[in-house]
């Protein structure tokens, strides 16, 4: 199993984490690249040449298009789109951190809690 590869022994407690996480937990693979489509905090931006938001909006976040100055990024199909891309990433972030969390619980008790 997963433990015998890294040394820990068959069937041990990080056996049964790393079994729990890499089965409930999603696997983004080559969906990953659509990330370049999804959102960047202002003061990162070439396109506002690194300065923070101007005339005291309160949103950190532009969409990467927009801020890597891509004509139509301001298009509003852009940037529903990029603002998709931004929520879906923090849900399935959201999502795999329970996953890793609940992992803990399920490898300390194996068999008792029906996972």
Same mark, same amino acid.
């Given at each position: 199993?997963?433990? $015998? =590869?890294?040394?820990? !022994?068959?069937?041990? /407690?990080?056996?049964?984490?790393?079994?729990?996480?890499?089965?409930?937990?999603? $696997?983004?693979?080559?969906?990953?690249?659509? %990330? =370049?489509?999804? %959102?960047?905090?202002?003061?990162?931006?070439?396109?506002?040449?690194?300065?923070?938001?101007?005339?005291?909006?309160? +949103?950190?976040?532009?969409? &990467?298009?927009?801020?890597?100055?891509?004509?139509?990024? !301001?298009?509003?199909?852009?940037?529903?789109? =990029? @603002?998709?891309?931004?929520?879906?990433?923090?849900? &399935? !972030?959201? /999502? +795999?951190?329970?996953?890793?969390?609940? !992992?803990?619980?399920? @490898? @300390?008790?194996?068999?008792?809690?029906?996972?």
């Amino acid at each position: 199993m997963i433990g $015998d =590869a890294i040394g820990l !022994g068959s069937g041990g /407690y990080m056996d049964r984490y790393l079994e729990h996480v890499e089965t409930y937990s999603i $696997d983004v693979g080559a969906a990953a690249a659509a %990330l =370049a489509g999804g %959102l960047l905090p202002k003061s990162l931006s070439p396109a506002t040449g690194g300065r923070p938001p101007l005339l005291g909006s309160k +949103n950190p976040l532009t969409s &990467v298009p927009r801020a890597l100055g891509l004509p139509g990024s !301001g298009s509003p199909l852009m940037r529903a789109g =990029a @603002a998709g891309i931004g929520m879906a990433t923090v849900a &399935v !972030g959201m /999502y +795999n951190a329970g996953v890793m969390t609940s !992992g803990l619980v399920y @490898a @300390a008790f194996p068999g008792s809690n029906g996972l």
